[in-house]
């Protein structure tokens, strides 16, 4: 999508520059300078989050929420599991407090670190003969095992196997993995971290492609948060420790984020 086509996606969807850097995660003065032609070559990531926000597809509005099946009209805020369900399996979104958020297919290089990290993990509880089971998104996670979230991690470890029901999870998971896009940064960094620490998840990993950089939060720990370059094996804490995650070829293909 060019600029000028977002500038006229811009006015057709009524979004001002604020709500445009609220949802893309692009700073205010990097949207204006862009929109105003003061940035003559803006880099390729910034330009691919203002246009999955701008795709006619990014957001479901009410009145698109309304025709998978509500039984009456919502806004945003009061959807359920029930809405959620009933949009077509093709269309990927989660519900975060009644709020339906949607999710563009994950590109390549986003898939390829998330599998990575999880071909590890999984190498290493089949290895050890572990109980918990590791998965891949799309798996629907009904986190506070109520009618208003359902949400998709990248990656997850499951320990207690009680917790799978008609093939989704009812609960929170043990380990979870968010691989930020541009498009996601706002809500993984925040609405999902705050989501995640209060139901429960007890290890919340955001691995940043575009800073080559991984955030760890184990909640059970003393220290809140740890911050790493991925330049050594980064221990999983659940674990003790004993399963540590190698990034010798995600730092690779962190190079090639914008490609």
Not at 185 to 204: P, Q, S
């Amino acid at each position: 999508m060019t600029v000028e086509e977002m500038k006229r996606k811009k006015q057709e969807k009524g979004l001002s520059y604020a709500q445009l850097s609220e949802l893309s995660g692009v700073p205010l003065g990097t949207v204006q300078k862009i929109f105003s032609g003061e940035t003559e070559h803006p880099r390729y990531s910034t330009l691919q989050a203002l246009a999955e926000i701008l795709d006619d597809r990014h957001l479901l509005n009410d009145s698109a929420a309304f025709s998978y099946g509500s039984t009456h009209e919502k806004k945003q805020g009061e959807y359920t599991v029930e809405d959620y369900l009933a949009i077509p399996d093709e269309i990927r979104v989660e519900l975060i407090d009644g709020v339906i958020y949607y999710m563009a297919a994950p590109r390549f290089n986003h898939q390829t670190i998330a599998g990575e990290v999880h071909r590890q993990i999984a190498n290493y509880i089949m290895d050890n003969n572990g109980k918990c089971r590791p998965a891949i998104s799309p798996v629907d996670v009904q986190l506070d095992c109520d009618n208003k979230t359902m949400v998709q991690p990248d990656v997850l470890i499951l320990c207690n196997e009680e917790k799978i029901v008609d093939g989704k999870v009812f609960g929170a998971p043990d380990f979870v993995l968010e691989v930020i896009s541009p498009s996601t940064r706002r809500k993984d960094y925040f609405k999902k971290l705050e989501k995640y620490e209060n139901a429960g998840v007890r290890e919340y990993w955001i691995l940043d492609p575009y800073k080559k950089q991984l955030i760890v939060f184990f909640f059970e720990g003393d220290i809140y948060a740890q911050i790493h370059d991925m330049t050594k094996p980064v221990p999983v804490n659940i674990y003790e420790g004993k399963l540590e995650i190698r990034f010798d070829h995600i730092l690779k293909w962190c190079d090639e984020i914008d490609r």
